[in-house]
Structures are given as structure tokens and as C-alpha cells.
């Protein structure tokens, strides 16, 4: 613990580093011949931890260059859509509840439970006390207008 703890500057990752070793040790082939012990985990556990230090390295070089790409002039480029996207996805929205309106209570029911709510067809059939052909005739209706609504 104290040669990882030095070297890594952190009692958490020299456990870590320490459990890495026990976990290769306990997939190790018990048929290799090992003469030095001692050189053996401690060449195992300088590799572990270099592979921890090197994936630590890489984190932060992705994660730096993923700042660097959202960052203009010093301030934060925000990570929502442009707002004359928003907008048109707004409108769709709204022409979509619009269109929704429009049905027959029972088929928005049906629509609602099933393709909102994440509902099963069966499920939606149980809600809405009616057979499952039902719920599926109503869905299919459902469907039809909005696309016929909203393209």
C-alpha cells in the first residue's frame, strides 16, 4: 500500500491499484511458475497502475477538448438547440396537441396511454376497459390523423 500511496499521492487509488492485483491474481493460470513473488506483484501492480494513470490521462484530454469545443471567446457555448430550431419544434409541438384535440376522447386516451405513457397495448385495453382490437383500431386511427395533420 505505501509504494502505491507514494507514487499515486492518494490512500484511494493505491487501494484501488491494490484490489486491481488481487483480482489478477485471483484469474491467474495457478500453473505459472513465478521464482521472485515479490518482483512479480510489484511489476503487476506498476503496470495496473500505470493503465489506471494512462485511462486518467486520456479522460482528461477528452474531456478537456470537449470544453475547449463549447467554449468561444471565453464564455460557454450552451448545449441547446439554436432557437429558430427550438422554435419550429415548439410549433410542431403545439400543432401536435392541436391535432391530438381533435380525436374522439377514447382514441386520445388510447393514444396517450400507449405512445406517451409508455403503456403496453394490454395495459391501455385494461385503462380503458376495452378489447385489445379496440385499443389497436383506435391507435391506428390515432396515427392516421396525425400524420395526415401534421405530415
Known amino acids: 500500500m505505501r509504494y502505491f500511496t507514494d507514487r499515486l499521492g492518494s490512500d484511494a487509488a493505491a487501494e484501488d491499484v491494490v484490489q486491481d492485483i488481487y483480482l489478477k491474481l485471483c484469474t491467474l493460470d495457478p500453473g505459472i511458475a513465478v521464482q521472485n513473488e515479490a518482483a512479480f506483484l510489484y511489476r503487476l501492480g506498476s503496470n495496473l497502475m500505470l493503465d489506471r494513470l494512462?485511462?486518467?490521462?486520456?479522460?482528461?484530454?477528452?474531456d478537456g477538448a470537449w470544453r475547449a469545443d463549447r467554449v468561444t471567446g471565453g464564455?460557454?457555448?450552451?448545449?441547446?438547440?439554436?432557437?429558430?430550431?427550438?422554435?419550429?419544434?415548439?410549433?410542431?409541438?403545439?400543432?401536435?396537441?392541436?391535432?391530438?384535440?381533435?380525436?374522439?376522447?377514447?382514441?386520445?386516451?388510447?393514444?396517450t396511454l400507449h405512445k406517451l405513457e409508455a403503456k403496453t397495448q394490454v395495459e391501455t385495453a385494461a385503462a380503458l376497459g376495452v378489447s385489445?382490437?379496440?385499443?389497436?383500431?383506435?391507435?391506428?386511427?390515432?396515427?392516421?390523423?396525425?400524420?395526415?395533420?401534421?405530415?
Not at 430550431?85 to 386520445?108: H, K, N
Not at 385489445?132 to 405530415?151: N, Q
Open 54 to 62: 494512462r485511462k486518467q490521462r486520456r479522460g482528461a484530454a477528452r
Open 75 to 111: 464564455l460557454e457555448i450552451a448545449a441547446e438547440p439554436p432557437a429558430d430550431e427550438a422554435m419550429v419544434e415548439r410549433q410542431r409541438f403545439a400543432l401536435m396537441l392541436s391535432a391530438l384535440e381533435e380525436l374522439p376522447a377514447v382514441q386520445r386516451q388510447a393514444f
Open 132 to 151: 385489445l382490437s379496440s385499443v389497436e383500431k383506435y391507435l391506428r386511427a390515432a396515427l392516421k390523423h396525425l400524420v395526415a395533420r401534421l405530415g
